[in-house]
């Protein structure tokens, strides 16, 4: 009788380092380093500290979306209501201070996280339990919470005078150098990362966007956890609503139009699947990233503002062919594997 030796490493498993430079976020972040780097070699003062700081600031309003996104998104769900959510939320906070000058900033965000979790249960109401599908739903809440906003604006507007010296200074403040708005986005972005990754709830948005039947099969209970996907999108953007108004202390009923399409680009250039079950937050933060500093490179390099929207809908085009490229490698890997 002869023993079955233990079956050996196949030769085609890619290696470390092969997987390595497989990641979208490696290949990100080199996308990254040329830009940013081709950019300062021409005009040096891209580099400079008020051009990062400005860059930062811009960029974690969207990176704060693009957490909320990523969740409907790995669900296989999309969520178009976030700019309209920014926007109400935005301006409802203005207002609550113009009545009440002494309120606590902390107690804004609150209102606004409160806010905008409401608005994230209407959509997840209409998805989970209506099974009114995302794209359809969160389209109608888009318009219907924009034109709340507009009821509620009156042709009205929301300037800095109106605001209290401390929420401003909240805005612009920073700790160590670092932008109290970027800290807290990262904070978030950071947090969820490590929820996603590390936390049953987490992996079961993964598992959802697979295969939703599946996941029933497993004992998922997909209702509930589109629901709550859902209402975690409303609240970050309600929260991404007082930020937009510390930033920018002036607010409108347009306020946060057109953001929807930017985090939806953000979170698939930066490997978010629009199929569902596939991405990670920091791959999705790299890409708000990504979008942020070419845009901000356009500026600095006087190219007309088109430019900006067509070089953020040619990466769109690009991120959703290479995940069409390697889901059909991979299914057919898998039926060669079979097969033999």
């Known amino acids: ?25 490696v290949s990100l972040v080199g996308l990254l380093l040329v830009v940013t780097l081709g950019t300062a070699a021409i ?7 008020g051009s990062v700081r400005d860059l930062l600031l811009n960029v974690s ?11 409907v998104l790995l669900m296989k769900h999309v969520d ?3 700019s309209s959510t920014v926007g109400l939320s935005a301006f409802l906070t203005g207002s609550l201070f113009v009545a009440n000058p002494g309120m606590p900033v902390a107690l804004a965000l609150l209102f606004g996280l409160g806010l905008g979790a409401v608005l994230g249960c209407i959509n997840g109401l209409l998805v989970a339990y209506g099974k009114v599908p995302a794209l359809v739903a969160t389209l109608g809440t888009l318009y219907v919470f924009r034109g ?12 800095a005078s109106n605001l209290p010296p401390g929420f401003l200074g909240f805005g612009t403040g920073s700790v160590l150098g670092i932008p109290n708005l970027v800290l807290l986005a990262a904070a978030v972005l950071i947090g969820f990362a490590f929820y996603l990754r590390s936390y049953r709830g987490g992996r079961e948005y993964y598992a959802v966007g697979s ?17 709550t996907g859902f209402v975690l999108s409303g609240a970050i953007a309600g ?17 946060g139009t057109g953001l929807e399409l930017q985090v939806i680009a953000a979170a698939v250039v930066g490997g978010v699947s629009i199929n569902g079950g596939v991405g990670t937050l920091l791959g999705a933060g790299l890409g708000a990233l990504l979008l942020g500093v070419m845009g901000s490179a356009l500026v600095t390099l006087r190219a007309p503002g088109f430019y900006q ?32």
């Open 80 to 82: 178009l209501s976030v």
């Open 309 to 340: 929207q067509a070089i953020q809908g040619a990466l769109l085009l690009a991120a959703i062919s290479i995940d069409m490229l390697v889901s059909r490698r991979a299914a057919k890997r898998l039926q060669e594997e079979r097969k033999s």
């Open 1 to 25: 009788m002869t023993e079955r030796s233990a079956p050996a490493p196949s030769s085609s498993s890619p290696s470390w380092l092969s997987r390595l430079l497989m990641a979208r976020e």
């Open 211 to 227: 295969n939703s039947e599946a996941a029933v099969l497993a004992g998922i209970n997909v209702t509930r956890r589109t629901m």
């Open 239 to 255: 929260l991404a609503g007082v930020l937009y108004l510390a930033r920018f202390g002036t607010v409108d009923a347009t306020a």
């Open 148 to 159: 709340i906003t507009y009821a509620v604006v009156h042709g009205g507007q929301i300037n």
């Open 43 to 49: 005009n040096p003062l891209f580099l400079s500290f």
């Open 61 to 71: 309003i969207i990176a704060l979306l693009v957490v909320g996104q990523t969740l």
